[in-house]
T-cell receptor
């Protein structure tokens, strides 16, 4: 089976940088994804790492180390609108590919 | 707007009843996923369909069933409802194949069982 661990809450101030870590255990790993969800809203895809290293998309970057079963999401120049829940999700390979989501990290950005 | 539509937005019903949630995927997407999200919980994968066929099953109760129709829309049927079934139910879609890591979520159906 799959399991993921991420912090339940993170707080930071506007303009700061925050890192949300995710460790996972899975069989047939094929990638780590990150999703953002505002209160009551739909999750939206942020990034995906299939290979080790850093992927950058604007203010957001995501990192993966497959040997450490570890990844993180880095949010820079935090804005109030970044206050949301962030979920890491691992994909498992095989004929039935599916994502297993972590329990989410609630990010609060303070003024 | 992800391009995925779900109806209804809200549903209030009583214990023991049966409801049907509907999802239309993005144009061109062949895979449809259903997730349940209870209060302050993560997304629990229920079931996936790909081009009309069941592809993967997660933590879906026997009281729940789903199907994907030839036009690729999907329905999730919840029966013998219990208070604990109150949750947000999301449908997501993806192209399928190697693109399942990026899923596009609909706005969800909020189910309240009284």
């Amino acid at each position: 089976g799959q399991s993921l661990e991420q912090p339940s809450e993170v707080t930071a101030v506007e303009g700061a940088i925050v890192q949300i870590n995710c460790t996972y255990q899975t069989s047939g790993f094929y990638g780590l994804s990150w999703y953002q969800q505002h209160d009551g809203g739909a999750p939206t895809f942020l990034s995906y790492n299939a290979l080790d290293g850093l992927e950058e998309t604007g203010r957001f970057s995501s990192f993966l180390s497959r040997s450490d079963s570890y990844g993180y999401l880095l949010l820079q120049e935090l804005q109030m609108k970044d206050s949301a829940s962030y979920f890491c999700a691992v994909g498992s390979s095989g004929s039935a590919r599916q994502l297993t989501f972590g329990s989410g990290t609630q990010l609060t950005v303070l003024p | 707007d992800s391009g995925v539509t779900q109806t209804p937005k809200h549903l209030i019903t009583a214990t023991g009843q049966r409801v049907t949630l509907r999802c239309s995927p993005r144009s061109g997407d062949l895979s449809v996923y259903w997730y349940q999200q209870s209060l302050d919980q993560g997304l629990q994968f229920l079931i996936q369909y790909y081009n009309g066929e069941e592809r993967a099953k997660g933590n879906i109760l026997e009281r729940f069933s789903a199907q994907q129709f030839p036009d690729l829309h999907s329905e999730l049927n919840l029966s013998s409802l219990e208070l604990g079934d109150s949750a947000l139910y999301f449908c997501a879609s993806s192209v399928g194949g190697t693109s399942d890591n990026e899923q596009f979520f609909g706005p969800g159906t909020r189910l309240t069982v009284l």
